[in-house]
């Protein structure tokens, strides 16, 4: 069992940053590791992959949406993935969750189902 709890979320204008983080714990080193994602869900809409990061953090994926303004990294060393949103917009409002993926793991954003373990979620709110 992986536990994920995310942090860093809050409320900015239009134009503004914030730094989510989701701490792993728990079966962090069972098997050949994880594929890290950030997913959102904003009230009425599906839930959207924001982007994703694989096991060895060489390879990423971006929704088209958050291309150039928003980037996914993480730090093995403390089990610690982040999502560093840079030119926020209105329509970046959701909630933002952590999720992984077992290996071997595909690292996809279009497909939240292939995620195993999911954090409670994080608020993000960009006011215009």
């Known amino acids: 069992q992986v536990y994920l709890v995310e942090s860093g979320g809050g409320s900015v204008q239009t134009g503004g940053s914030l730094r989510l983080s989701c701490v792993a714990s728990?079966?962090?080193?069972?098997?050949?590791?994880?594929?890290m994602a950030w997913f959102r869900q904003a009230p009425g809409n599906a839930r959207e992959g924001v982007a994703s990061?694989?096991?060895?953090?060489?390879?990423?994926a971006y929704n088209d949406s958050v291309k150039g303004r928003f980037t996914i990294s993480k730090d093995p060393g403390i089990n610690t993935l982040y999502l560093q949103m840079n030119s926020l917009k209105p329509e970046d409002t959701a909630m933002y969750y952590c999720?992984?993926?077992?290996?071997?793991?595909?690292?996809?954003?279009?497909?939240?189902?292939?995620?195993?373990?999911w954090g409670q979620g994080t608020q993000v709110t960009v006011s215009s």
């Open positions: 999720a992984a993926e077992e290996f071997p793991c595909t690292g996809a954003i279009i497909d939240w189902t292939v995620y195993n373990y």
């Open positions: 728990g079966n962090t080193y069972s098997g050949r590791g994880y594929c």
């Open positions: 990061i694989s096991i060895g953090g060489h390879s990423t």
